[in-house]
């Protein structure tokens, strides 16, 4: 077990929907990331939030947006859903501290989303 | 595309043996490295890491190796277990601790009882 904690472990719905999917960071980690693992692209970082605030973005689309509570946990939420939107969305945490710090992440066991 | 990939995209070894799984970069600035264990329906699991100003780190039956001269890297298993069998995933960060981490795509390992 990480300690890092994801809800729900699945989800299904349909297009043009939106989700949310929340993410609970190991006890005293301050950064969270989101990440994206699909079949044909593999892991994909999407966002990192550190003590509430975002500090990096990288293949977030637009309809995707997230945000990290001053209890440090964290909630991706994705629009207007489409099929291609599906996959395994991972939230990882950080026990080194500093915002810029990328090391040592260790991930919860995943939201499998599917969109129909 | 990436530019961290993986030589063998599966590989199969009798219980027991040594496994060698590698990965090869192209970014010189990246200066931390780190491996990944994935099994099925389960997150990745951190394995062990490195940087760039280390060429070798152990530990518990596992070792990495990086070779900065090719841009190559290995995850090697000692006395590999059927509980080994899963994907592994290297991941280099590039731009100094600002970078983010950078995966590849996986290398699936089968252990034969």
């Known amino acids: 077990d990480s300690g890092v904690t994801q809800t729900p472990k699945h989800l299904i719905t349909a297009t043009g929907q939106r989700v949310t999917l929340r993410c609970s960071p190991r006890?005293?980690?301050?950064?969270v990331y989101w990440y994206q693992q699909s079949l044909d692209q593999g892991l994909q970082f999407l966002i990192q939030?550190?003590?509430?605030?975002?500090?990096a973005k990288g293949n977030i689309l637009e309809r995707f947006s997230a945000q990290q509570f001053p209890d440090l946990h964290s909630e991706l939420n994705l629009s207007s859903l489409e099929l291609g939107d599906s996959a395994l969305y991972f939230c990882?945490?950080?026990?080194?501290?500093?915002?810029?710090?990328?090391?040592?992440?260790?991930f919860g066991s995943g939201t499998q989303l599917s969109v129909l | 595309g990436e530019s961290v990939g993986l030589h063998l995209p599966t590989l199969s070894v009798q219980e027991g043996d040594n496994s060698i799984i590698n990965c090869a970069y192209s970014?010189?600035?990246?200066?931390?490295f780190i491996w990944y264990k994935q099994e099925s329906g389960k997150g990745p699991q951190f394995i062990i890491d490195?940087?760039?100003?280390?060429d070798k780190r152990q530990g518990q039956r596992v070792t990495v190796l990086l070779n900065k001269t090719v841009k190559h890297l290995s995850l090697q298993i000692a006395a590999t277990q059927p509980g080994d069998s899963a994907v592994y995933f290297c991941a280099e960060r590039r731009g100094g601790s600002q970078g983010n981490l950078i995966f590849g795509k996986g290398t699936k390992l089968s252990v034969k009882p």
């Open positions: 006890s005293g980690d301050l950064s």
């Open positions: 990882a945490s950080s026990p080194r501290q500093g915002p810029t710090t990328n090391e040592k992440l260790f």
């Open positions: 490195i940087r760039s100003n280390m």
């Open positions: 939030y550190y003590n509430g605030e975002e500090r």
């Open positions: 970014n010189s600035a990246s200066d931390y």
